[in-house]
């Protein structure tokens, strides 16, 4: 007993595992298939949850309050409250915009709908000051204490910063990260026990073998190695379906579905799903196998 204990082997341990794959092809390719979608479904939910963290990231770069000046204010005045502006250290830029830079500007944007201005008596705009802040202002409370301080400077009428934009941008952003967080536990609690459902499957399928093998002497050990070895290449293929999944729907959406909404070609793609998909699939494939053998006792 001795004697066989011993030529059990690594490279003997791998040939049983493929053997076996082989052998319960069908229910190793299913298992496999399973994995896939549920890594190619992760992997979804990380892009999205990617290109939400990117649109939120760029979002204080281009975060502008607008404030505007009281009527009949002086250039001494208006001077005096475009400094008491910059003065605050949350502002990183300050543009004064006069009332007619204002009505330009509006015809600009109204482009051949202009003429519907044409017959006003005198200019309904106020003068305003777009006040660019800091990054890490970019908050709702921050910005809205902010808003109350600039309200304070004399000649302020009022501030305008888009309130509800900016708090559903950031529910948006706390929302994604909650469900895609719920989302990638969920799949890989799935994943998970499909390889343990898998493994425990084939197990059963070879008792006879294991009884065989016990009585000549295999240890514990060896027994287990090529079941905790299946479940790691299951995984391990899985993960590379997956990675195949995702390739050919970033070919789908970027070449095929962008032309036809020109939005979808912003869509960034981490490229860490290269590498971590294969991955990912190797450790729940493994996690699955070593549970499932971990509770049988024989």
Same mark, same amino acid.
């Given at each position: 007993?001795?004697?066989?204990?011993?030529?059990?082997?690594?490279?003997?341990?791998?040939?049983?595992?493929?053997?076996?794959?082989?052998?319960?092809?069908?229910?190793?390719?299913?298992?496999?298939?399973?994995?896939?979608?549920?890594?190619?479904?992760?992997?979804?939910?990380?892009?999205?949850?990617?290109?939400?963290?990117?649109?939120?990231?760029?979002?204080?770069?281009?975060?502008?309050?607008?404030?505007?000046?009281?009527?009949?204010?002086?250039?001494?005045?208006?001077?005096?409250?475009?400094?008491?502006?910059?003065?605050?250290?949350?502002?990183?830029?300050?543009?004064?915009?006069?009332?007619?830079?204002?009505?330009?500007?509006?015809?600009?944007?109204?482009?051949?709908?202009?003429?519907?201005?044409?017959?006003?008596?005198?200019?309904?705009?106020?003068?305003?000051?777009?006040?660019?802040?800091?990054?890490?202002?970019?908050?709702?409370?921050?910005?809205?204490?902010?808003?109350?301080?600039?309200?304070?400077?004399?000649?302020?009428?009022?501030?305008?910063? #888009?309130?509800?934009? &900016?708090?559903?941008?950031? $529910?948006?952003? *706390? +929302?994604?990260? /909650?469900?895609?967080? !719920?989302?990638? @536990?969920?799949?890989?609690?799935?994943?998970?026990?499909?390889?343990?459902?898998?493994?425990?499957?084939?197990?059963?399928?070879?008792?006879?073998?294991?009884?065989?093998?016990?009585?000549?002497?295999?240890?514990?050990?060896?027994?287990?190695?090529?079941?905790?070895?299946?479940? #790691?290449?299951?995984? &391990?293929?899985?993960?590379? $379906?997956?990675? *195949? +999944?995702?390739? /050919?729907?970033?070919? !789908?959406?970027? @070449?095929?579905?962008?032309?036809?909404?020109?939005?979808?070609?912003?869509?960034?793609?981490?490229?860490?799903?290269?590498?971590?998909?294969?991955?990912?699939?190797?450790?729940?494939?493994?996690?699955?196998?070593?549970?499932?053998?971990?509770?049988?006792?024989?």
């Amino acid at each position: 007993m001795k004697g066989v204990t011993d030529r059990m082997s690594a490279p003997y341990t791998f040939k049983l595992a493929m053997d076996s794959l082989w052998k319960e092809k069908w229910i190793n390719l299913l298992s496999a298939l399973t994995i896939a979608t549920g890594l190619l479904l992760m992997a979804v939910a990380l892009s999205v949850l990617y290109n939400i963290q990117i649109a939120t990231r760029k979002l204080p770069e281009r975060f502008v309050i607008t404030v505007f000046l009281k009527e009949g204010l002086t250039e001494e005045k208006i001077r005096d409250a475009v400094s008491g502006i910059k003065a605050n250290p949350k502002v990183k830029s300050a543009k004064y915009i006069s009332k007619d830079a204002a009505m330009k500007e509006l015809k600009a944007l109204m482009k051949d709908s202009d003429y519907i201005l044409e017959g006003l008596d005198e200019n309904p705009l106020p003068a305003s000051v777009e006040v660019g802040i800091n990054k890490e202002a970019v908050s709702e409370p921050s910005v809205r204490a902010f808003s109350d301080e600039l309200r304070a400077i004399e000649g302020i009428e009022d501030v305008s910063y #888009g309130e509800k934009l &900016l708090s559903s941008i950031q $529910a948006i952003k *706390s +929302g994604a990260e /909650g469900i895609g967080a !719920l989302v990638i @536990i969920i799949l890989s609690a799935g994943i998970t026990f499909v390889c343990y459902s898998t493994v425990k499957i084939l197990f059963y399928r070879k008792k006879d073998e294991i009884e065989t093998l016990q009585l000549l002497g295999a240890t514990k050990g060896f027994i287990r190695a090529p079941f905790v070895l299946e479940g #790691g290449l299951i995984g &391990l293929a899985g993960g590379l $379906a997956a990675l *195949s +999944g995702i390739a /050919g729907l970033k070919y !789908l959406i970027s @070449i095929k579905l962008a032309s036809l909404v020109p939005v979808l070609q912003s869509f960034a793609y981490p490229s860490a799903v290269a590498v971590y998909l294969p991955v990912a699939g190797l450790f729940v494939g493994l996690l699955g196998a070593l549970i499932a053998i971990g509770r049988l006792r024989f």
